[in-house]
């Protein structure tokens, strides 16, 4: 039977208890299931992704990537802990859909990704779901988005083989980067890496995870 978009949050709480061990907690914050529970995922994949928008899993979005599955962008939204007056960046716009809820949660959200036609279908959905939080740019990850920095919170939703050292110094004291590291299409793990208020640096594995690479653009290694 097609799923709708309160299935879709029945699967994630199901998964949230499913793996309370590892992510310690039985329950996300309630402001994060709001903002899940008032974006409309469908809005987000292709014409002949619709039927299947409200499953909990990834879908391909075209250019060899994906939208993220929705319990991974709901766990990944609370290890973020977004608050109202926070400014995010978001490494890997891809759908829009991680940005989207992001922008429900804080005040500001700067989003980067280095497929050009995936930033500007997502800037259009922005534009027509009238989320104007919301600000794009087709860049390099890895070399995050300086002239905002610094962020309350960076959320890579790419797999990096390292924590890059660019977007650790692009965060505040305080803040929080949440980012898969590991190797493309083999073991990665999600990391929730803290800086704090005297600027020293912890990070924590919460789980493993299967992400698409983050392309090493400045470096020319996926250049064609
Ligand atoms: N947040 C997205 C998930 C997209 S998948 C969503 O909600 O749909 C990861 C995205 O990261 C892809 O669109 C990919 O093109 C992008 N990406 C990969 N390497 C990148 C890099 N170095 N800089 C910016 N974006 C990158």
Same mark, same amino acid.
């Given at each position: 039977m097609r799923r709708n978009q309160h299935d879709m949050l029945d699967d994630i709480d199901a998964e949230v208890r499913y793996t309370r061990t590892l992510i310690g907690k039985d329950a996300l914050d309630e402001r994060v299931m709001e903002a899940v529970r008032n974006v409309p995922r469908d809005a987000f994949v292709p014409t002949d992704m619709k039927a299947v928008a409200f499953e909990n899993g990834p879908l391909p979005i075209g250019h060899g990537q994906t939208i993220s599955q929705p319990f991974m962008v709901a766990l990944m939204t609370d290890l973020l802990a $977004? @608050? /109202? &007056?926070h400014r995010i960046l978001e490494i890997g716009t891809g759908s829009g859909y991680q940005a989207a809820i992001l922008s429900r949660l804080c005040s500001k959200v700067y989003s980067l990704e280095v497929v050009e036609a995936l930033s500007v279908a997502a800037a259009a959905i922005f534009e027509r779901l009238g989320y104007h939080n919301i600000e794009t740019r087709i860049g390099d990850g890895y070399q &995050?988005? /300086? @002239?905002?920095? $610094?962020?309350d919170g960076i959320m890579v939703t790419a797999a990096a083989t390292h924590i890059p050292a660019s977007l650790v110094g692009q965060l505040k004291a305080g803040g929080r980067m949440v980012i898969p590291v590991g190797l493309p299409y083999s073991h990665q793990e999600l990391m929730l890496v803290r800086k704090d208020e005297r600027g020293e640096v912890r990070s924590k594995s919460v789980l493993g995870v299967a992400f698409v690479p983050m392309v090493e653009a400045a470096t020319g290694l996926t250049e064609n």
């Open positions: $977004p @608050e /109202p &007056g &995050g988005w /300086p @002239e905002h920095a $610094p962020y």
